[in-house]
């Protein structure tokens, strides 16, 4: 098989957080598409530098829901994917990349609304 492209990744994975978001229960859909989400190939050294490994699949950065205001200068929420290091875990099967950018992708919005794992769990968004 040859090799996918940095690009391609992305193009993917951008219709798999689309199809995503178009699944959220109404209330939490428009939340959740004013979250923007960035692709990026992998983890930048700023990122490494925070003490993240490097085969970080996703990554959440800003104030969480509902505490923008409580923070000084906050940085805007935003969702990071890392498409190259989710395309490793998948070894190449793009039906099981699709799984991960999902996956990746509800996980780093739970992180948006507060939730943890049970959280997302109860919500059928794991």
């Known amino acids: ?17 689309e ?3 178009r699944r959220l229960p109404e209330e939490l859909r428009a939340l959740a598409v004013a979250v923007p989400v ?12 925070e003490g993240f490994e ?15 205001l409580s923070h000084d200068l906050p940085e805007p929420p935003q969702i ?16 099981a990349y699709a799984r991960e950018v999902r996956t990746t992708y509800l996980h780093e919005l739970g992180h948006y609304f507060g939730w ?9 968004l794991e």
């Open 1 to 17: 098989m040859a090799r996918v492209t940095t690009d391609r990744l992305i193009a993917w994975a951008i219709g798999v957080v």
């Open 19 to 21: 199809a995503t978001q």
């Open 38 to 49: 960035h692709y990026e190939a992998e983890p930048d050294d700023d990122v490494l530098a």
């Open 54 to 68: 490097p085969d970080i699949l996703g990554l959440f950065t800003g104030a969480p829901y509902g505490t923008e």
């Open 80 to 95: 990071l994917l890392y498409v190259e290091n989710l395309w490793d875990v998948a070894e190449g099967d793009e039906r």
């Open 116 to 124: 943890d794992e049970d959280d997302l769990a109860e919500r059928g």
